[in-house]
């Protein structure tokens, strides 16, 4: 496991954690933490295999601080199968779309902790963390039908979840955007919905002030010009049910 600080500022500090999968056969997935004062959240926390390695690395970065929330931008296992462990060893309050609120405790949840798992509507909403008013953005279908995105003012940074994962390469930095293309390409072509929802939120970002796009799969995208050819690049995206007529075909022999 490695940890990279994205952004530190004061009492405010950006920290990726990765690699806590090499060498198994399970995607690769990234797990952040946003630490502001004396609060502290980890997006996307993961699944059993990273369980204990993330709940001590976690605990290890923020230092004097609390952990007092847990994102969930979608309801995938490599993002929330290891969710009861987190309630049952903090007091962190769990956030996830409206639509998972029933589908989620099948991953296990006991009775104790269930009350503290929390639903994100529709819209998006702030969640404050200690003082500091992060955005929750929606991004559904991209690729989950209930899927949000964190917006952090404080470091600029956007937490896109699956938007921008790539696979097949080792570096966590996108140092070339066009070489990189080839990374993120398979990924978003089946696993986003359609080139629709990627074009509305090309949208809607552009209104924000973004020096970082961190996804939970694979290398960010830092300064401005990459992150503005990472939002052109899903302005132009077919994926998904774009490309159907490719997929719904009769097996062959």
Request: glycine share 8%.
């Amino acid at each position: 496991m490695s940890s990279t600080i994205l952004f530190e500022s004061g009492s405010h500090k950006n920290v990726l954690l990765e690699d806590f999968l090499k060498g198994e056969a399970a995607v690769q997935a990234n797990q952040h933490l946003i630490i502001h004062g004396k609060g502290a959240m980890i997006l996307d926390p993961g699944g059993h295999k990273v369980y204990s390695k993330a709940l001590s690395a976690t605990m290890a970065e923020i230092g004097g601080a609390k952990l007092t929330h847990l994102f969930l931008s979608h309801e995938d296992p490599d993002i929330v199968a290891a969710v009861n462990g987190w309630l049952m060893t903090t007091d962190a309050v769990a956030y996830s779309s409206d639509l998972w609120m029933r589908f989620i405790p099948h991953f296990g949840l006991d009775r104790l902790v269930v009350d503290r798992l929390k639903g994100i509507p529709d819209r998006g909403m702030f969640l404050d963390l200690d003082g500091l008013k992060l955005m929750v953005l929606p991004a559904h279908f991209l690729h989950s039908s209930g899927n949000h995105q964190i917006y952090d003012p404080e470091s600029r940074i956007l937490y896109s979840g699956d938007l921008g994962a790539s696979v097949g390469h080792d570096y966590i930095e996108v140092p070339d955007f066009d070489a990189h293309i080839k990374y993120m390409k398979g990924f978003h072509t089946r696993y986003m919905s359609a080139g629709r929802a990627a074009r509305n939120w090309a949208r809607m970002v552009r209104q924000l002030d973004i020096d970082i796009i961190a996804p939970q799969h694979g290398a960010f995208f830092r300064g401005r010009e990459m992150v503005a050819r990472f939002i052109d690049w899903c302005d132009q995206l077919e994926v998904g049910v774009d490309l159907l007529d490719d997929i719904y075909q009769l097996p062959t022999a």
